[in-house]
């Protein structure tokens, strides 16, 4: 292992602009902000800024009533902040791995835990799943993010694409799935068989079942979630 003194240790890790994007990888656990506007960021996800930038935790009825009676039903929703202002911030949570996607018109839903930023041009509209006896509060709750612009999501590790075709339908953890093309609506399935092997004390294997035609993103690795008391 090399060892840098002061001056090479700032050259190899002092920020750097290699794209005009308002999103920009300073590396893949770190992400900068280039805010001219607004943009929407998961609360808490600041390391640091510089720039007249102003943080406001997103509002009561910010995004909608269905979605605010959604959050309290769930008693899970992720906490959004809006950035406003003019400069930059960086951006991260808790060293994920950050992968940064354009949308085109299209629509994906993203775990409601990995949704680190999008712009301002993108929806967001919380959706829920039916909830099953004993299953943890992962997997229940997660954001569909439509329409023009980027958006950040995170994983832990390097995340797996999976195909779902109409003849090969694919099962996931639910707290080791990460997003999945806005044209599927997976089912929540349960294996009494497997419950020794996966179970989370329900004596069953919770999963979620995508069938259809698309995809669906995995990490490798369980995401511990932890349901607000009340």
Do not use: C
Not at 12 to 19: E, G, R, T, V, Y
Not at 45 to 54: F, T, W
Not at 127 to 133: E, I
């Amino acid at each position: 292992m090399s060892i840098k003194n002061l001056n090479e240790f700032v050259e190899a890790s002092k920020q750097k602009d290699l794209s005009q994007e308002v999103f920009e990888l300073e590396s893949s656990h770190l992400l900068e902000v280039k805010l001219d506007g607004r943009v929407w960021a998961k609360a808490g996800s600041m390391v640091a800024y510089r720039g007249g930038v102003k943080f406001v935790r997103q509002g009561v009825l910010e995004q909608g009533l269905s979605n605010l009676l959604k959050k309290a039903i769930s008693g899970e929703g992720t906490q959004l902040m809006k950035m406003e202002g003019k400069g930059r911030v960086y951006i991260a949570d808790a060293g994920k791995k950050i992968t940064l996607l354009r949308l085109g018109g299209e629509s994906i839903f993203v775990n409601g835990n990995d949704v680190l930023a999008y712009e301002d041009g993108i929806s967001a509209d919380i959706k829920m799943m039916r909830k099953v006896s004993g299953m943890m509060s992962g997997g229940l709750f997660n954001i569909k993010l439509s329409g023009s612009g980027v958006v950040a999501i995170t994983s832990h590790y390097e995340p797996l694409t999976l195909a779902v075709t109409p003849d090969q339908p694919v099962f996931t953890d639910p707290n080791a799935t990460v997003a999945w093309s806005g044209g599927l609506s997976p089912d929540i399935v349960t294996d009494i068989s497997l419950g020794t092997l996966f179970g989370r004390g329900s004596g069953e294997s919770v999963q979620l079942k995508f069938a259809g035609t698309g995809w669906v993103v995995v990490q490798p690795y369980e995401e511990v979630y932890f349901q607000q008391a009340g």
